[in-house]
DNA sequence: GGAGTGATACTCGGATATCTGGTGTCCGAGTTTTCGCGG
DNA sequence: CCGCGAAAACTCGGACACCAGATATCCGAGTATCACTCC
């Protein structure tokens, strides 16, 4: 397959991050971005996406920002893979025993599907299957119960001035 | 996934093809191309990484052209991918988790492999076992039986004066 | 002192440049055939 | 008629333009905060 999107990476760190932090806590793009050293600004688009697939949702103004839509242990890495590089499969049967000489023939003669195109899109069948058996919640399991303590605790103390509580 | 190269459509037509023919047969790339109606010399770029692969042997000369050089049935669809796609993995884990405030520790504290990409590559290894399953045999067999009749007769029938035969 | 109101600051959202890699093409190297010439 | 040799034709191989999509960026829309004014 193609290299995957760059935007993937991020948006599964993102999402991660996310899911890590209190029930309702909101976190601005700009934390994000620094935090993984990436750029605010392209990072923007692909929560752009995730918000419009559902899988984050976005709060504008000052004590903005970012939240996972759905609980981490129900958000799957599919969920994310789909959201940044689109629903389609990656595989795109154009048909070709159709053109050159077979042309001519009887359309109805290729009633049955092209057995390359069933294939490939059985294996990336296969694919997706494992991607929606990862959930966020996986990841951050096993983060916190194999991470080294100082560095979840860095982490925890960087990021707790910009963790915006929901008004709840 | 991002989208899959066009190429890898052509490159498994083509070895469908090559493999489809009387043992030690050869077909030179114009062939091919005009057979499914693509551009011959982008078809020679994907045909020139099979061969680098050692999916496909090269002859040239008058009388040349391409033949597999394994039997179909131990050419598998994850040797066409991966001859034509490159052998790396498609998700390439840049540690992010690594920069932004996180930089500043202790680096034997990152021993631990980054999750997402240990995830990453178990559902990519999913989609790379299926592929392996897939021969070119099998597609062939599969076309054998089901395809129309009429359909195998006229491309038979216009392969025929394209082939050229080994020495043998 | 409290409420209202306007300005402000901060957030996300969509439209816009730039650049790598896939797409498409070209010319050169190698080999077999073939035609011509000489014996 | 047969053998030799050079030229030609056909094949693949690697290097060169072109273009779409990912990458990176900027400006505009919306909202809660805050300060100031008025009651």
């Known amino acids: 397959m193609r290299r995957l999107s760059e935007g993937v990476e991020?948006?599964?760190h993102c999402?991660?991050?996310?899911?890590?932090?209190?029930?309702?806590?909101?976190?601005?793009?700009?934390?994000?971005?620094?935090?993984?050293g990436i750029s605010e600004t392209y990072l923007l688009k692909q929560l752009q996406a995730l918000a419009g697939a559902g899988v984050v949702v976005s709060v504008s103004g000052p004590r903005g920002g970012y939240r996972l839509a759905k609980p981490a242990g129900e958000t799957t890495f599919l969920d994310v893979l789909t959201a940044i590089d689109g629903p389609g499969p990656s595989f795109r049967c154009t048909e070709i025993r159709q053109r050159g000489p077979g042309a001519e023939a009887d359309p109805c003669a290729y009633k049955a599907p092209c057995m390359i195109r069933r294939r490939m899109l059985q294996a990336e069948k296969a694919w997706r299957d494992s991607l929606a058996d990862f959930t966020v919640a996986d990841v951050i399991a096993e983060y916190r119960a194999?991470?080294?303590?100082?560095?979840?605790?860095?982490?925890?103390?960087?990021?707790?001035?910009k963790i915006r509580m929901a008004d709840a």
Chains 1, 2 share one sequence.
Not at 15 to 36: K, W
Not at 146 to 161: G, V, Y
């Open 10 to 12: 991020h948006a599964l």
């Open 146 to 161: 194999d991470a080294h303590p100082s560095l979840k605790a860095s982490a925890r103390e960087w990021l707790a001035p």
């Open 15 to 36: 999402v991660t991050l996310l899911g890590s932090l209190p029930d309702g806590a909101l976190l601005p793009a700009r934390a994000m971005a620094e935090f993984h």
